[in-house]
């Protein structure tokens, strides 16, 4: 049986004197988010995922995603690209490795409990490094409705399916598949 994910909190001080990139990097997209101009930019469909490109601060790629109830981005990298997201509404939940592979790679370990599991509810948000793994899942019952920075700009996905307790490379999207 799975564990119930944990909580994650808002980053009590992202921006920071010293901060690290990654928590300046949550800091923008926080930012970003409280924007009155910026949510209005997504349109909402009832069963599909949606999104929409967004200019970013300091030539940041940026996204704003919807989801509805049950769907899910399925296992992927991000190309090499650090990120960040935010979550403005709704309910998501990440799925991760037990850490952050330090080198890109085809295959993935989860934990023997499967994986770690954390909970992201409006105003929390997530950075992360060049080889982070991860399934992102709208779990509540409304619409959940997110940001997310990517830098440098995405250069691919590269897509994992599971088998048992280990994720596999079984494809590589570029650019044209998202924009
Ligand atoms: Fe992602």
């Given at each position: 049986?799975l564990?119930?994910p944990?909580?994650?909190?808002?980053?009590?001080?992202?921006?920071?004197?010293?901060?690290?990139?990654?928590?300046?990097?949550?800091?923008?997209?926080?930012?970003?988010?409280?924007?009155?101009?910026?949510?209005?930019?997504?349109?909402?469909?009832?069963?599909?995922?949606?999104?929409?490109?967004?200019?970013?601060?300091?030539?940041?790629?940026?996204?704003?995603?919807?989801w509805?109830?049950?769907t899910a981005t399925g296992w992927h990298d991000?190309?090499?690209?650090?990120?960040?997201?935010?979550?403005?509404?709704?309910?998501l939940e990440e799925h991760t490795p037990?850490?952050?592979?330090?080198?890109?790679?085809?295959?993935v370990?989860l934990?023997?409990?499967g994986p770690h599991r954390r909970?992201l509810?409006?105003?929390?948000?997530r950075?992360?490094?060049?080889?982070h793994v991860h399934d992102v899942l709208s779990t509540?019952?409304?619409?959940?409705?997110?940001?997310?920075?990517?830098?440098?700009?995405?250069?691919?996905m590269?897509r994992f399916a599971a088998?048992?307790?280990?994720l596999?490379?079984?494809?590589?999207?570029?650019?044209?598949?998202?924009?």
């Amino acid at each position: 049986m799975l564990a119930s994910p944990t909580q994650s909190r808002p980053d009590p001080d992202p921006a920071a004197p010293g901060a690290s990139p990654r928590r300046r990097l949550l800091a923008r997209a926080a930012e970003l988010a409280r924007d009155p101009a910026v949510r209005p930019q997504l349109h909402l469909e009832a069963d599909v995922r949606t999104w929409a490109r967004i200019d970013g601060p300091d030539g940041c790629e940026a996204w704003l995603v919807g989801w509805p109830p049950g769907t899910a981005t399925g296992w992927h990298d991000h190309g090499g690209a650090s990120g960040a997201f935010t979550v403005l509404e709704g309910l998501l939940e990440e799925h991760t490795p037990a850490a952050e592979p330090s080198r890109e790679t085809d295959t993935v370990r989860l934990p023997p409990g499967g994986p770690h599991r954390r909970a992201l509810t409006p105003g929390a948000g997530r950075a992360f490094g060049p080889h982070h793994v991860h399934d992102v899942l709208s779990t509540g019952t409304v619409h959940a409705v997110s940001l997310h920075l990517y830098a440098p700009a995405l250069p691919s996905m590269r897509r994992f399916a599971a088998h048992g307790g280990l994720l596999r490379l079984v494809d590589v999207e570029h650019p044209g598949a998202w924009t």
